[in-house]
């Protein structure tokens, strides 16, 4: 349809149509059945026939055949004949499930999140759904805080990767059959709660938010993202939802943003409780000014906006406009039900191929984090397998309703080696919290002797996915008393123990690491995590996940993130032990495991450090493997701005490359250094100054080879190498 028919359409309805237009409830609301369980507060509401005939979008539908129900209904009932947006979370995956977005940014393979979305588009569309709240762009810096799965990490150049990604993964090239709009969230900053606290206060400064939450944010709209969504915390005291600094001046203005925003699940009504808005009306007439489009999960908008014309009028109007754009770009006014078809969904929810890449992918997220050389195992010796994840299926991570259950790592070792072979004994459910389920057995002497004929026993433990994500802050990152336990005994029963642990964030590992002689991170890993792992185990992929968050010591030690600020006193020697630098007395600064740390069953030097100007910067390495088993290394790129007008942190990550090499062969990484890798922000816009900057390559973010460089007007001078 051309935009004449939009405007026309726009210049049919009235005001009350168009708030309904603006608002998105639950198939609930309009008296279906329950299909997905909601993330919010249920207010119990139910639109009455009229109202809900004009309703814009549904919230959460999850299947073709209901889909194309409401459709049809509505299709019949809307006055208009608009037809309805289904939005829905597809988070990591939607049937088949892919490593949580936190694992798959460990993978450091943009390419690898890009497939998973265009395969959770796929899968999606057949089911009727149209957008995706997804990616959640939102930079963590605090394991405490349950959403850490959901984000790709501590660092702002990966996340904007990782964003651009999924949205190509999504969207495709232009909406093209078979993908879904991508909505960009939490805008912005929901990722920075104090103390880790679900929904808490934000307070960051101005240079802080634009240099390292924003950029993440921005990349996926520079993708091509249709919708973006407000976040419920409030940026510089005022609520993102009511903020028009943010909404309009940054990203419609500033950005060159046309689409569609909405906001967060009640957020609008959320102002009422956080003290910006007197009451319902408040808070939609604030809402609306500042910049939201569509209103999920409560209708303020459409209690408000009714009757007589008001000065809101224009406003609405260029939301519904949005919004019916938006259903233009998907098609919906040609073809309502658009992909949905059950006979579809039957072929592509969980098809052969779309299990393989999940497991491909699987294998590429894991992250080694200690190996005293006991792995990879041999499948031919008799192993032992215990821990409350050891014959689990609860390992995809949350975010998965309706599929939340994947092969256990039980059944992925049995599907390599033989049953007889490994010696299982369970000791409880994953523990919980929220879901109540206590501590695992404890780990007796009887309990133990179980693996006597057993050199080496896989400890599978961790937390319980339902412990992660939305409403599930923590303040104790420790493993459950009685998985240490487990830990300390077996190693006191001289077994080689390797721990396999499954969480949706970096938990405190300092305490059990000692009885370890292997780490893997599993994460949480989708359908197919226990085949990946089993992979990993055995030696059939060599472990290439890095860390894209830190590992804290201590819960103590947080916030504790890689690209910190200098202080004023630093610490220079840890051995010295000095009064009067920044640290504390009974932990190290540096955390457990930094941000870009990953093992391999290769190992690789770094070696040939060089800074080279002829008319572009380059600094490169050479990277050999020494070992003779084929392996992925990624090197990185940090850079550190020595002295600037604003203090500058030690160092960020400007670039990485994986490189896969062979055993004995070695190869020359270059990387460009461009003006883009400098810069900063200082007040609305990014500044280079002169001066010196230091390079690094390397392995991890505190294991580099540097050397300097002045740079002055885009002319580098090298000083030292
Ligand atoms: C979450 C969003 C999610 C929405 C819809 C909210 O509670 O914060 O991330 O997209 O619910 O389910």
Redesign the pocket.
Known sequence: MDKQFLLYLLSSMSTEEKAAQLTQLNPVCFGHEFITP???PDFGFRVSKKSGASIGSV??CDNATAMIAIQKRHMEEDPHAIPLLF???IIHGFKTIFPIPLALGCSFSPELMEESCRIAAMESSVSGIHVT??P?ADLVRDPRWG?VM?SCGEDPLLNARFSTAAVRGYQGQNLEPLRIAS?V??FAA?GAPEGGREYNTVDLSYGILRDTYLPAYRAALDAGAKLV?T??NTVDRIPATANTALLRDILRTEWGFNGVVIS??NSVGELIPHGAAEDGTDAARKSLTAGVDIE??STHYMDTFCGTPDEADSLLDEAVLRVLTLKNELGLFENPLRDASPEQESHCHLSVENRAAARRIAGECAVLLKNNGVLPLAPIQAIGLTGPFAASSRVVGGWSAGSEHGISLYEGLTGSMSADLIHLAECGEPVSILNGNPDISFPDETFIARFKDCDTVIAAVGEDQADTG?GASKTNLRLSPNQELLLLKLHEAGKKVVAVVFSGRPLELAPALPYCDAVLQAWFLGTESGGALSDLLLGKINPSGRLTVSFPYTAGQIPVYYNHFQTGRPEKDPTKKERYVSRYLDCPNDPLFCFGYGLSYSEFEYSNFCLCESGTLTASVTVRNLSDREGTETVQLYIRDVAARCVRPVRELKDFRRVRLTGGESATIVFSIGPEMLSYYKTDSAVLEDGEYEIMIGRNALDTLSGKIYITHNTSVKEQV
């Open positions: 909601l993330t919010g919230l959460n939005m829905a979370d709240f997804s959640m959403r959901e909505c969230k939490h929901y969504m976040s419920f967060d699940f999920m999960m939305e």
